[in-house]
């Protein structure tokens, strides 16, 4: 068994690693990434060897950045549950990062989804959605530029009895819309340290037709700062700080030195920035610090299960779906020079089945964020770790079995589909187990 997990290992090395290694990420692509090749004096132990497997487990424990006592805090800061004195809203969607994330352990992900919208302007660009509101003397309050609709306000409430900042879609009007499921955020950690170059490579090595999009965003931790985008549905967001200052301000109503200034204002009490304690760290610190999602064990190394994974790279999903990366190594300074990857993180061998790239598979939900317009109706590969606690498939949750995700994909993915309609019933089958094992 050890000797096939090797071959199986070696194989996928071969197919997906050596090739990255021999593209000359220069010739075909014009980022000017910041975490290239920034590999700063190491001084200290000597360099490791060669890459090691990441740490995985839905456990509750810590990869190894932090002590289990420090994990532990981290993790009680992001399932701290906020409320108005703490500044929750004006508008929010939940009062927790842990009621979005949180199956089968804290960090993970869940059924939630969120609303979004926006229209097309006369010169067909995409224009995010405008909500009015109502204040205590029944005067608008307009919230334009942001096409995440939250679901849950503050007010009306004892001290507002009269205001309305419940955002709705207007009666009339922003006819594009989506809802986006939640993500699994375990590993998140691993995939942060990937560097730039590593995501362009993927992208030269997939073939004509299938190349996935590489974005480049802001940095919120270095203003001015930019890297390539790995996190969201869209790639919006390229590191966890960025991330968590956005979710406290966006999903939370809780203002952050990185997102400093309200949606609205409306029956707001609570001075900016409203993360007295910085509580972004503690999140950020949480993520990076949780194992990567592990697979089944059991069916992994059943035969059906073997075979399915032999099928997925045969027919292409692999293309996509990428198998294995590694990260970037320890002491490579990322995040716009504000993080320098840590040993517990760098040199990692991580099995994602992502590419944390943009792909127009025909889902596309039509929303624009933070990239150029093409992006419009791309999604990100999901990557398939932890596949098997999702019961909600793609970004809407619309798909309720593998199957129905899989015949989904059109676009770019299409040979591939046609390739899985082309299996017959057995294959179909030991496919599906394998993404059951994941
Ligand atoms: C109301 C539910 C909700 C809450 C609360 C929430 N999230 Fe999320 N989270 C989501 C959804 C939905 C997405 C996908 C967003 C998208 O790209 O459209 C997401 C995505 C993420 C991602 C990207 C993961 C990846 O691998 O791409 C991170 C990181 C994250 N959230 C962190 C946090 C943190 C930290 C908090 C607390 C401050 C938080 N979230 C609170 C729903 C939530
Ligand atoms: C061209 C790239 C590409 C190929 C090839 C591809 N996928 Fe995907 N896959 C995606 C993208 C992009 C998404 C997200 C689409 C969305 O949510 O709208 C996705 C989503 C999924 C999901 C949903 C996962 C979740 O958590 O919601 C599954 C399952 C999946 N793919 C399996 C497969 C399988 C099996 C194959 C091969 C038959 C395959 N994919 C081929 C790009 C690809």
Redesign the pocket.
Known sequence: MKLLKLAVLLFFMAVFILPLAFNDPVKSQTISATDVGSTPDVSGPPPPTGPTEAPVGFDNQTNGLVNQPEFNRAQGV?EDVEVIANGLGPV??????????QNPVTGAI?Q???L?AGHLDSAGNFVSATVTLQDEQGNPVIVANRSLIN?RAICPNAQFPNSQAQERIPESGEPIRTF??????LG?GF?EAILDTTLVNIRNSQPAGMQGQVIVVPVAENPGATRVG?????N??PS?LT??GD??LN??G?TNRLFPAEITTLCDTVADPEDTKN??DG??E??RATKAPSRNGLLANTANAQAGSVLFGQIGCAICHVTTIVTAPVGTVINGGTFTVPAALGNKVIHPFGDFLLHDVGTGDGIL?NGPPETRNKM?TV?LWGVRTRDRLM?DGESLTFTQAILRHQGEAIAVTNAFIGLTDAQKGQLITFLKSL
């Open positions: 992001f929010y969607n939940a009062q927790s990062c842990r009621e979005c994330h869940s939630i989804t969120e979004r679901d986006r499921t939640s993500l699994n955020t998140d995939v790995r996190f969201g549905w869209k919006q967001v966890l991330f968590s979710a406290y999903e939370m809780i509580d972004i999140f950020a949480f993520m964020q990100r990557p970004h």
